[in-house]
């Protein structure tokens, strides 16, 4: 079957739907994604929205410019910082107006409070600057991501927009530098569908399942990076992958950085607050790479709670009301899944993979980059988690993703919208689907299950843990390198147990485990090669930034030899390297 | 420990009717329902279905039946049935399109009735301005995940299928509740029919079903209360 649209969105998520919204009444739009609507994984943010608005004390766009370039470890290109930053105000406005239920100051403002690595000028008795956290983060209480994702689709119900729901994209249709559309099964009948549209736009979110420890929905399998590399768009800054410093032990699920926004201290088993030694000025609330590695070392060298790997995220100080009021949902994760009410006891957490700063790579308007010099996919867009512009370069700042999927979902809704002023349905290719049709009918075909496709992923998410982790050095990551290879050798003889058509999720979960496997290729890849640290990427054999060679993004393209790695400058315009302390 | 799962099973493209499967597992205290569901399908049986995305409660996505009662399997952990066998159904009164995966196009169909968004029309430049009271009066609701455990418990749905449902009711309490709202009497109106806000006979099991511990009937009745003022 073949559909037609203007525009296709994947994804409906904050950026997916934010476009959506923009495009409605102006185009012909349709959403697709492979989970029911207010099922994506934004849902889950919990903390905050970052924008200076000042509603709680004095605050400049500036600043917050500065926080997110100096947070990125300067690989974020600063054209890009500017913009998103300086349209931050606007958009939570926006979003106000549609109806998002932020919590309130006294005086009936949106509330703001603390997150890592926003501060603040403060000019010492010595005369001396320094900065301090700022409260810059809108939320409401701690489900800021589910209010703003249900607010958007409701602007979605409203405008009429279309969605094909749990329908799964399995490839995009690109011939002669034009995207033309796209390939998807409806997982409620297993038919394969063909989408012909004049433009395309993937919000398809981020890809921390190919860790073991990690906040990630189950969806987050990094389909829509895959799907591009294979199309031949390259993926940039890949190796920079964020972990959050306090997942909760063992399961990985989010404790949002509100927590200690919020005053929550971090201990180790001597009851210290470490962070002391780490980042004496904001302690706490330094950025996230900082803190993760700074519980990483406390644990590697035997300080985590009773020498196992966690340290405590202790809330006890900040007492029951406000828990209640700011925290709800916190409380409820400790009691249900590690027994701990935080009101009287710390809760025991380790860092665990969060969120993936490489992508897609994008021009500051969502336009899809075919190589490192700038050259356009005509037709394609992508915006989100999934994609790389790039603002938040090797370490993003708690809030700035909320703000990252707001912002360009809505500034790409534009582009697109401007785009179609012009632009004309190009033909599609004749069986446009066919080897996906081929794929389809292989593994369905399949009599054997010689190969396990959990034992495969349950192996590349503990390897990509212990040798792609917080810390890597050459030899780990050349290893990860070599399992991959035999891992991918493996997932060609995966066959399928169910072979029926209806809902199949059997064929789902085969299907995001080749993407697993194929991005996960390009992560190893980018790190062995970037000999530095820098933000996330941290190798333990090359321990310092090197700004003389890495100030510089990375670039992975997919050739019949394997990867092939080319760079692109960082943009800089206000502000210098200097060295990160806090 | 070993517990044993007596899981429905039900292909609406193949099978003519539902029938159980059992299964036993050793599991850990403290398990998630959703991880034993998630081993059973990894190593014994590739055809179970189920929804799964979060696994932590705040998705929706994973609302089923779990001794009787409407639950999140991501919520759930073994240590808190208390029992050695566990059943567990897709959540009633909605069809079944794959073992536990249930049709919700219906649910969100009645979502969309009660007018789910915030209708305003001129909003000022900067932020509306509502008071931390105002606030307040929404904060249960808009917790809410939609992930239908109320409604599909609803006897009142039950007994007659086009009762919108008490998601659908909480939704509209929502936004006729909202003190940014300019037209509260949309919402309202949409609901005060016979399949609407009078079809809830206080039941309460949709408070008993919510993951997320809202108190639905107390809302249903707020709306009836403002429906009778206005009659007034």
Known sequence: MVHKHDVLIVGAGLAGLRAAVELSGKANVAVLSKVLPTRSHSGAAQGGIAAALGNEEEDHVEWHIFDTVKGSDYLGDQDAIEMMVSEAPEVIIELEHMGVPFSRTKDGKIAQRQFGGHTRPKIGADGKETRVAIQRACYAADRTGHVILHTLYEQCVKHNVHFYSEYYVVSLIVKDGVCRGLVAFDIQTGELHTFHAKAVMFGTGGYGRAWKITSNAYANTGDGVAIAYRAGIPLEDMEFVQFHPTGLWKLGILVTEGARGEGGYLKNKAGERFMQRYAPTVMELAPRDMVTRSITTEILEGRGIDGKDYVHLDLTHVGEAALKEKLPEIIGFAKTYVGVDPVKAPIPIQPTAHYSMGGIPTSLFGEVYLDEKGTILTGFYAAGECACISVHGANRLGTNSLLDGVVHGRRTGKQIAKFLQTAEFSDLPENADKQDRARFDELFASTNFKESYHHIKDTLRDNMMTKTGVYRNEKDLKEMKRIIRELREKYKNVGLRDKSRNFNTELMEVLELGHLLEFSEVVVEGAIARQECRGAHWRTDHPKRDDENWMKHTFAFKTDKGVELKYKPVTVTKYQPMERKY | ?232
Not at chain 2, 64 to 69: A, E, P
Not at chain 2, 92 to 112: C, S, W
Not at chain 2, 174 to 183: P, Q, W
């Open chain 2, 1 to 232: 420990m070993q517990v044993t799962f007596s899981i429905q099973r039900y292909d609406s493209s193949k099978d003519t009717k539902p029938y159980r499967q059992k299964f036993k597992l050793e599991v850990e205290p403290t398990d998630r329902i959703l991880d034993c569901l998630d081993r059973i399908k990894w190593d014994f049986e590739g055809s179970l279905t189920y929804r799964r995305s979060c696994s932590h409660g705040i998705c929706g996505s994973d609302a089923i039946n779990i001794n009787g009662k409407n639950m999140l399997a991501c919520q759930i952990l073994i240590q808190d049935i208390k029992k050695k066998f566990i059943r567990i159904d897709p959540i009633p009164g909605m069809p079944i399109i794959k073992d536990l995966v249930v049709d919700t196009t219906d649910f969100f169909t009645k979502y969309e009735v009660v007018k789910p968004y915030l209708i305003a029309k001129n909003p000022p430049p900067k932020e509306r301005y509502q008071s931390q009271a105002d606030r307040a009066v929404i904060d249960e609701s808009v917790n809410c995940i939609l992930c239908g455990a109320c409604t599909s418990s609803c006897p009142s749905m039950w007994g007659n299928p086009n009762y919108l449902g008490p998601a659908a009711m909480l939704k509209a309490y929502r936004f006729a509740f909202d003190s940014r709202d300019e037209a509260p009497a949309e919402h309202l109106e949409a609901i005060d029919t016979s399949d609407g806000v009078w079809r809830c006979h206080t039941i309460f099991n949709c408070v008993e079903a919510c993951p997320k511990e809202i108190n639905l009937t107390w809302h249903i009745s707020q709306l009836k209360k403002k429906m009778v003022e206005r009659e007034l």
